[in-house]
Structures are given as C-alpha cells and as structure tokens.
C-alpha cells in the first residue's frame, strides 16, 4: 500500500491528471523489488500503469522515498495515447 501511496504522490507531483495512464518503474532495496515482484498487477491497477519502464525507458519526473530501512525510486512518464 506504500507504494501506491508514493506513486500516486508522485503522479500528482508531475502534474498528471488523475485519468492519466502512465508507463512506471520502481526500484529499490529488497524488500521493495520483492513487493513490486508479489504485487506488480496490483501496482499497474492501482496507479493507471500501463506497462514497466524497461530498457530505453525515458521517465518524465522521479522521486526518490525512504521507510525504515527500504528505500524506493519511482520513476514514470505519461504513456503514449494509441
């Protein structure tokens, strides 16, 4: 639940509408990389994601979070209408 709490932070920082699909990526310690492996579908539901930022992926805007001892980067761009 953090994190979609922190990605729909970020959103809301980038100036996104709240019916703006994005393309998103999440990287962090651990614990993180594990929740977004168990919980990815949830996190792409959650926050309008339509895909991962994979190789060559340009964001638009990113933060940086920290909770205990976890720490995640949330890096997304709006995704391209089709």
Known sequence: ???VRTVQETRKQAGLEVS???????TGS???ADAV???GDFLMDETLATGWGEDGFVPSYATEHTQDENNWKIELAR????
């Open 79 to 82: 995704a391209e209408s089709r």
């Open 37 to 39: 492996a168990a919980h």
């Open 20 to 26: 703006d699909r994005i393309v998103l990526r999440i």
């Open 1 to 3: 639940r953090e994190l």
């Open 30 to 32: 651990d614990a993180v």
